[in-house]
T-cell receptor, first 112, second 112 residues
Framework: GQQLNQSPQSMFIQEGEDVSMNCTSS?????WLWYKQDPGEGPVLLIA?????ELTSNGRLTAQFGITRKDSFLNISASIPSDVGIYFC????????????FGKGTKLTVNP | NAGVTQTPKFRILKIGQSMTLQCTQD?????MYWYRQDPGMGLKLIYY???????DKGEVPNGYNVSRSTTEDFPLRLELAAPSQTSVYFC???????????FGSGTQLSVL
């Protein structure tokens, strides 16, 4: 089946630093989604991207839909302790969420 | 609104036992999903439903069953628990028109 390669697997940063993570695939996707999972909770949608080249922001978070439609990037600026968690990318081809493919996640630790 | 509610939060089963993981949502969402999350892995789709009376297999359905008798409820049944089913299980829902999934807080299941 389709697979997403999400990197890095984990990051340890200092509060105030910027963070970048990405997802790549050998398949083309029509939608890219970025979710965040807090410890002991379910994932929560951060940003949804629907067009190649699209750049979307949500507060300190910015995500981009790659031009090739095979990758996506998430940046977090000026990190704060509550940014701690696991960030998942998810790609979707045509159809509904039953076609959604999740990356393995990037675990982010922010040291105050 | 409570959103998506899962019970129980934790459960330990012996090999061969059966149990039902409960999921209910109060958002009148037609679409509901069951995922499992193994350590260091992304979410894998077990079963999904696009409405009451309609269910379909996802990527990893073996060993599980579901039913959807009402819009609100989507229980997941394990008939003969196996150690390979040790995982965290997430239920999610959404409306057909928007790709945003709303997740419950998960059920952590151990099969020993």
């Amino acid at each position: 089946g389709q697979q997403l390669n999400q990197s890095p697997q984990s990051m340890f940063i200092q509060e105030g630093e910027d963070v970048s993570m990405n997802c790549t695939s050998s398949s083309i996707f029509n939608t890219w989604l970025w979710y965040k999972q807090d410890p002991g909770e379910g994932p929560v949608l951060l940003i949804a991207l629907y067009k190649a080249g699209e750049l979307t922001s949500n507060g300190r978070l910015t995500a981009q839909f790659g031009i090739t439609r095979k990758d996506s990037f998430l940046n977090i600026s000026a990190s704060i302790p509550s940014d701690v968690g696991i960030y998942f990318c998810a790609g979707q081809t045509q159809g509904g969420s039953e076609k959604l493919v999740f990356g393995k996640g990037t675990k982010l630790t922010v040291n105050p | 609104n409570a959103g998506v509610t899962q019970t129980p939060k934790f459960r330990i089963l012996k090999i061969g036992q059966s149990m039902t993981l409960q999921c209910t949502q109060d958002m009148n969402h037609n679409y509901m999903y069951w995922y499992r999350q193994d350590p260091g892995m992304g979410l894998k789709l077990i079963y999904y439903s696009v409405g009451a009376g309609i269910t379909d297999k996802g990527e990893v359905p073996n060993g599980y069953n579901v039913s959807r008798s009402t819009t609100e409820d989507f229980p997941l049944r394990l008939e003969l628990a196996a150690p390979s089913q040790t995982s965290v299980y997430f239920c999610a829902s959404r409306v057909p028109e928007v790709e945003k999934l709303f997740f419950g807080s998960g059920t952590q299941l151990s099969v020993l």
